[in-house]
């Protein structure tokens, strides 16, 4: 069966959703193809809470058609050829990753868009966070943000929030009481969360489960922008995937072809054609889409696309404290230590990004799950086991350091051609290597996350030894004014295909150490004025 567009968007996480919304509210026709299913919050929490271990993709059923990724087996779904294992997972389902992000909503700061012209590394944006700043505004205001309009942490604004701060937890107290004499600066952090009830949803009860599934949609996810689009008459069509883009000798895109999980397959023509994508999945329909028009994929004649992979690898370090300090409650971060993310000496090293955890000991052991058993296995029963559950869960700390990775040619996403899953789409390959710069970014976290837990009292503290993946995909499909060195340009419309966009952390040129999704939004809402602007064309 074939269908008709003016805009076909591919994809409903954040970028595509507001895409989505921003351009069905003017009045075009939009479908909207996402290639996993809508999901039930009530069935994913059950899920949820029955799963061990308690891993972001717990919540979600694993589907045979589209398949994700897992924490804790990402090497059956890449295939990994580099000497470092990328351990990032995403989502396929209506709303896409946004149903298991943490929900911070962070600016870059102007530096990390002109990192070669002040350090002499990487690359520079085309454009300047100023032209960025008015389209974070509106983000903020799509995405309902909470934050502290008195810190601007680094990142002039113009607008206020539109939400008044979540509250600091008992736990972020105590670090910002500890620190106070120190340079590190405890805030709270702009989150994508209700802290008063809004269009029909509560405000945030603290439910600690933000990662996988927040219970009651106090935390935003892109399902309230995709269903905002299809009242506004959008046509999404679910476990349709997307598996080749058709170009004409122009090079314009003629039509997409898609596979549905009963079989049946189509295609759409649209005049516009969207692919909002993360940065594994945009690269990898892409580069399937090779046609005697397009040899290396549609958008590759730059030989970028794919290439420039980047996350924020994790320095993972946790503790345990002298003192209670109650985590295990709350959202999993409610603040974080922003004043190193701009500093004069990123030639040499990386900036960074602490990100306080409500969660006690979740991320790196499985707690307070795994402190139980190991409790139990020691031969603890009753009202022992009970004191001393109470006694050691009340002390768990931990922080996470956000490093900059920055972008490298040799890190990219290619197709494995061995293993096709049942879109047609072979399943992504990955070679994947972290460098001296970051070599030098963790032993700098590790020292200063030491520094920390002294000065807030512990009895024992841990690092991880390797680099953990943040689930922050970026850059395999960059903007810049040089269609010779990129995939798009400032306006995210690729540079051989006027007909074709690209939304996402894809199009990054540099990473930063923010969390992504807040730039991702402001991308996408201004790419939208110029695919509305590529209609009228």
């Known amino acids: ?40 919050r009530a069935a994913a929490v059950t899920r949820f809470h029955g799963a061990f271990p308690k891993t972001p993709e717990s919540a979600y059923a694993q589907a045979g058609f589209a398949p994700h990724p897992e924490s804790d087996k990402p090497n059956a779904f890449y295939s990994q050829t580099g000497p470092h294992p990328f351990n990032s997972t995403y989502l396929r389902q209506v709303g896409g990753t946004t149903w298991h992000w943490l929900g911070s909503a962070v600016r870059l700061v ?68 500890a620190l106070r004499t120190s340079e590190y600066k405890v805030r709270p952090t702009p989150q994508a969360r209700l802290s008063k009830p809004s269009g029909g949803r509560p405000t945030c009860h603290g439910s600690a489960s933000c990662i996988p599934v927040c219970p009651i949609q106090a935390k935003y996810d892109a399902t309230i922008h995709v269903a905002r689009a299809e009242a506004l008459g959008a046509q999404l069509l679910t476990e349709t995937c997307a598996n080749f883009v058709e170009c004409r000798s122009d090079g314009r895109v003629e039509a997409v072809r898609f596979v549905r999980s009963d079989g049946s397959t189509g295609r759409v023509f649209a005049r516009v054609v969207v692919v909002a994508a993360n940065a594994i999945e945009t690269p990898r329909l892409l580069l399937a889409s090779a046609s005697e028009a397009c040899p290396s994929g549609v958008a590759n004649r730059s030989d970028q696309l794919g290439r420039n992979l980047m996350d924020h690898p994790v320095q993972l370090s946790w503790a345990l404290s ?82 900059e990775q920055l972008p490298l040619a040799r890190n990219r996403v290619t197709l494995n051609s061995t293993q096709i899953e049942q879109t047609g789409l072979p399943r992504p390959a990955i070679f994947y ?65 006027p007909n074709l966009f690209v939304v996402g952390a894809a199009a990054f040129p540099t990473g930063g150490t923010a969390n992504p999704t807040l730039t991702i939004a402001a991308l996408a809402l201004r790419a939208a004025d110029a695919i509305l602007s590529a209609l009228a064309e």
């Open 322 to 403: 002298r003192q209670p300090v109650w985590p295990y409650r709350g959202p999993g971060a409610t603040s974080g230590i922003e004043n190193f993310r701009n500093l004069n000496d990123r030639a040499v090293n990386s900036a960074l990004r602490f990100e306080i955890g409500n969660e006690g000991w979740s991320w790196p052991t499985g707690a307070p799950e795994s402190t139980a058993r190991e409790l139990a296995l020691s031969g603890l029963r009753g009202p022992a086991l009970d004191a001393a559950l109470k006694d050691q869960t009340s002390r768990h700390v931990r922080v996470a350091a956000l490093t």
């Open 433 to 497: 290597q972290l460098d001296n710069y970051l070599d030098r970014a963790r032993a700098n976290a590790r020292h200063r996350h030491e520094d920390m837990f002294a000065r807030i009292g512990v009895d024992a503290f841990w690092h991880k030894d390797d680099a953990q993946g943040a689930g922050h995909i970026m850059g395999t499909a960059r903007m810049g004014d040089d269609p010779a060195t990129s995939v798009v340009d400032r306006n995210l419309r690729a540079h051989a295909h």
């Open 1 to 40: 069966m074939d269908f008709h567009a003016d805009v076909l968007i591919i994809g409903s996480g954040v970028a595509g959703a507001l895409v989505a919304s921003q351009v069905a509210r003017k009045g075009p026709k939009v479908i909207v193809m996402e290639a996993g299913p809508r999901v039930d």
């Open 110 to 177: 102007p530096d990390d868009f002109r990192m070669r012209s002040l350090f002499g590394l990487a690359v520079d944006w085309p454009i300047a966070y100023a032209d960025l700043e008015p389209w974070y505004c509106r983000a903020e205001q799509e995405l309902e943000v909470a934050g502290d309009d008195h810190d601007d942490l680094g990142s002039p604004r113009s607008m206020p929030y539109p939400q008044r701060p979540i509250a600091q937890s008992f736990l972020d107290l105590a670090w910002r009481d």
